[in-house]
T-cell receptor, first 107, second 116 residues
Framework: KNEVEQSPQNLTAQEGEFITINCSYS?????LHWLQQHPGGGIVSLFM???GKKKHGRLIATINIQEKHSSLHITASHPRDSAVYIC?????????FGAGTQVVVTP | DAGITQSPRHKVTETGTPVTLRCHQT?????MYWYRQDPGHGLRLIHY???????DKGEVSDGYSVSRSKTEDFLLTLESATSSQTSVYFC???????????????FGPGTRLTVT
């Protein structure tokens, strides 16, 4: 059983819609990461958080340590947001990854 | 972005041959990681390094070895490649406690390896 579970596995949205991706984990962590992987394959870090909420532009990430749950929200989604979003949890730098959520935003 | 390069970017090899993948970084990061990414499994840690000549195994280390003789280079070797090692391999780096984002990992562009 994967210790990091993401939902949904796939998501299709129309441009402008609000998108939420969820991540639940079962291990103790020092930080949770949200990563983005574009069709070309490159992986970039979007957020790293250990408590509360962070916001970068249209992206918002929240974490509830007690419930071992995090959400990634995309507001006013755009086709360029189409990518795989990956949740990863870590302790002392070693990460365990979720399987990813494939997001497709249609015009 | 951290300066991380991987070579080669694509490789096709035959079963039983040795293969070495290289990760090179220019950020003077202490920690380096090798992951493999497979459909249905996500990213999985193969080996990692916490300093020059200091390495340890990850969750899928069987069939792989690593070496780090200098800070900037982390090599992953498949001693005798098998078809189950067909995958996309990512290298990542991380700074250390004194850095501004000590736990953030920076990923290389990936190497697509096919073992026939």
């Amino acid at each position: 059983k994967n210790e990091v579970e993401q939902s949904p596995q796939n998501l299709t949205a129309q441009e402008g819609e609000f998108i939420t991706i969820n991540c639940s984990y079962s291990v103790g962590i020092s930080a949770l990461h949200w990563l983005q992987q574009h069709p070309g394959g490159g992986i970039v870090s979007l957020f790293m958080l250990s408590s509360g909420k962070k916001k970068h532009g249209r992206l918002i990430a929240t974490i509830n340590i007690q419930e071992k749950h995090s959400s990634l929200h995309i507001t006013a989604s755009h086709p360029r947001d189409s990518a795989v979003y990956i949740c990863a949890v870590g302790s002392w730098g070693k990460l365990q990854f979720g399987a990813g959520t494939q997001v497709v935003v249609t015009p | 972005d951290a300066g991380i390069t991987q070579s080669p970017r694509h490789k096709v090899t035959e079963t039983g041959t040795p293969v070495t993948l290289r990760c090179h970084q220019t950020e003077n990061h202490r920690y380096m990681y090798w992951y493999r990414q497979d459909p249905g499994h996500g990213l999985r840690l193969i080996h990692y390094s916490y300093g020059v000549k200091d390495t340890d195994k990850g969750e899928v280390s069987d069939g792989y070895s690593v070496s780090r003789s200098k800070t900037e280079d982390f090599l992953l070797t498949l001693e005798s490649a098998t078809s189950s090692q067909t995958s996309v391999y990512f290298c990542a780096t991380r700074g250390q406690g004194s850095d501004s984002n000590p736990y953030e990992q920076y990923f290389g562009p990936g190497t697509r390896l096919t073992v026939t």
